[in-house]
């Protein structure tokens, strides 16, 4: 099975939740135009990662204004979703992630389970790990840190899981004087995507979002993109350019065996 992928690296004005749905929004539509059928925005596409604006404006799943945007837009245009939101069930803050099917329903929902340690005070912990067969194969979800906690146990059960495609938002963030040049971004993605995709003989698409983190532990870092897609023999398929002002779509063709 064949199917067209789109990694949409867009930027993530912290707290402007009503920017970013519109941004969303505008690049989904494109992706759909150029033909793309499995498309993956960033971590935390509602606010930004670890934005304050969380405690007031984070919303629930399925229910909530972007999960309605999403599922409006998966059905009007026939394609499969997957968005990071910052989601709220009841007292709880959860950094989560949804896959939506083309008819509209919600197919995943995950909830970060390797938060970084400077996150834990705004988001609550994950409690669920699973998969989903679809017409284009088997996806799962995981979140950005997810993929590099010890001996890359989420992935993996992910694999054991049978997931043909891990499909993970993300926010990969630098110091503001980091040099690219110098220091190349990626192996960290590198080195924990590629082993389990050779082991599985799975996908992995990392996407990640662009722009400065306005508020956080992280204040100050920017968002630089380099969005990544590991194929199953373990290449790097495409990777994403570099830049708090890198936004783009990557598409790839992904043939599931």
């Not at 945007?69 to 709220?88: I, W």
């Not at 989903?132 to 992910?158: E, H, W």
Request: glycine share 10%.
């Amino acid at each position: 099975m064949r199917f067209k992928l789109a990694m949409i690296q867009m930027l993530v004005e912290g707290g402007a939740r009503q920017r970013n749905l519109q941004r969303a929004r505008k690049l989904i539509v494109q992706a759909a135009g150029q033909g793309a059928q499995v498309l993956v925005l960033p971590e935390a596409m509602t606010l930004g990662w670890t934005h304050s604006s969380a405690r007031q404006e984070a919303e629930a799943i399925p229910d909530g204004e972007t999960c309605a945007m999403l599922r409006e837009l998966a059905k009007m245009h026939d394609v499969y979703l997957c968005s990071g939101v910052v989601e709220r069930c009841g007292e709880r803050i959860f950094n989560s992630a949804v896959l939506i099917g083309p008819d509209g329903r919600l197919l995943l929902h995950h909830r970060k389970l390797n938060e970084l340690d400077i996150a834990h005070d705004l988001y609550a912990r994950g409690d669920r790990l699973n998969v989903i067969k679809t017409r284009f194969g088997t996806f799962g979800l995981m979140i950005c840190a997810d993929a590099f906690v010890q001996g890359q146990v989420i992935s993996r059960t992910l694999g054991v899981m049978g997931a043909n495609v891990i499909l993970s938002p993300c926010a990969w963030a630098v110091d503001a004087d980091h040099d690219n040049d110098r220091d190349p971004y990626g192996q960290l993605w590198l080195d924990n995507y590629q082993p389990v995709a050779r082991e599985f003989h799975l996908s992995i698409a990392g996407v990640s979002n662009v722009g400065e983190l306005t508020d956080g532990p992280w204040k100050g870092r920017k968002c630089i993109g380099c969005s990544l897609l590991i194929g199953p023999d373990a290449r790097a398929v495409l990777q994403g350019p570099y830049g708090a002002e890198a936004e783009t779509i990557l598409y790839s063709d992904l043939e599931i065996a």
